[in-house]
């Protein structure tokens, strides 16, 4: 029989937190092991052993957001018509986005240096996004565009979005999301053939 285990999955998640939230206040440069394992009520110890160090932790705090933009993206339904499932993919982001406030900067790698397996998380989002965009061009709905240059677009454009609604310049809830299905909607008006 192994030895017990000696930090689980409620230091782990409080040591996550902790880290989200300085790097949320303060920025990459302000997250270290002793910050975090103080702020989380735990030793350093429980950070080496649960993540390797500071770099192990902040890939964590990234894959948690990363797949958290994935499970929202993934769970958007296929559509007869494609291009009714970019609104779906929009909102998914935006909802990934406010349920992990303090994580989203990380979410594009600001401050972390991604491994194979991160960055193959991260783009699975896309992926499925990439997926909706393919149907539509070959239903001839994006006219000349490709569909890897109307995803970069559209992510350049929730990616505003939410950098805007998570500092509080969209107005209250339900007109940021007026704003976003707008957006949406007039952006995709502008690939029609």
């Not at 782990?12 to 206040?25: E, K, T």
């Given at each position: 029989?192994?030895?017990?285990?000696?930090?689980?999955d409620?230091?782990r998640?409080?040591l996550?937190?902790?880290a989200?939230?300085v790097?949320h206040?303060?920025?990459p440069?302000?997250?270290?092991v002793r910050?975090?394992?103080?702020d989380?009520?735990?030793?350093?110890?429980?950070?080496?052993?649960l993540?390797?160090?500071?770099?192990?932790?902040?890939?964590?705090?990234?894959?948690e957001?990363?797949?958290?933009?994935r499970r929202?993206?993934?769970?958007?339904?296929?559509?007869?018509?494609?291009?009714?499932?970019?609104?779906?993919?929009a909102?998914?982001?935006?909802?990934?986005a406010?349920?992990r406030?303090h994580?989203?900067g990380?979410?594009?790698?600001?401050?972390?240096?991604?491994?194979?397996?991160?960055?193959?998380?991260?783009?699975?989002?896309?992926?499925?996004?990439?997926?909706?965009?393919?149907?539509a061009?070959?239903?001839?709905?994006?006219?000349?565009?490709?569909?890897?240059?109307?995803?970069?677009?559209?992510?350049?454009?929730?990616?505003?979005?939410?950098?805007?609604?998570?500092?509080?310049?969209?107005?209250d809830?339900?007109?940021?999301?007026?704003?976003?299905l707008?957006?949406?909607?007039?952006?995709?008006?502008?690939?029609?053939?």
């Amino acid at each position: 029989m192994g030895r017990p285990k000696e930090h689980g999955d409620q230091t782990r998640d409080a040591l996550l937190s902790a880290a989200a939230a300085v790097l949320h206040d303060e920025g990459p440069g302000a997250v270290s092991v002793r910050r975090v394992a103080d702020d989380a009520g735990t030793s350093t110890r429980a950070v080496y052993s649960l993540f390797g160090d500071k770099s192990g932790l902040l890939t964590a705090l990234a894959q948690e957001a990363a797949e958290t933009m994935r499970r929202h993206h993934e769970a958007v339904p296929e559509r007869d018509d494609p291009l009714d499932e970019l609104p779906d993919l929009a909102l998914a982001y935006r909802a990934a986005a406010l349920e992990r406030p303090h994580v989203y900067g990380i979410y594009l790698g600001e401050g972390v240096d991604l491994d194979h397996d991160a960055q193959a998380l991260y783009y699975r989002s896309f992926d499925r996004v990439l997926r909706t965009l393919r149907r539509a061009a070959a239903s001839g709905r994006l006219g000349d565009h490709e569909p890897v240059d109307v995803g970069r677009h559209l992510w350049a454009l929730v990616h505003g979005l939410a950098s805007l609604e998570l500092k509080g310049f969209l107005g209250d809830p339900a007109r940021a999301r007026r704003l976003w299905l707008d957006a949406i909607a007039a952006t995709v008006r502008g690939y029609a053939p």
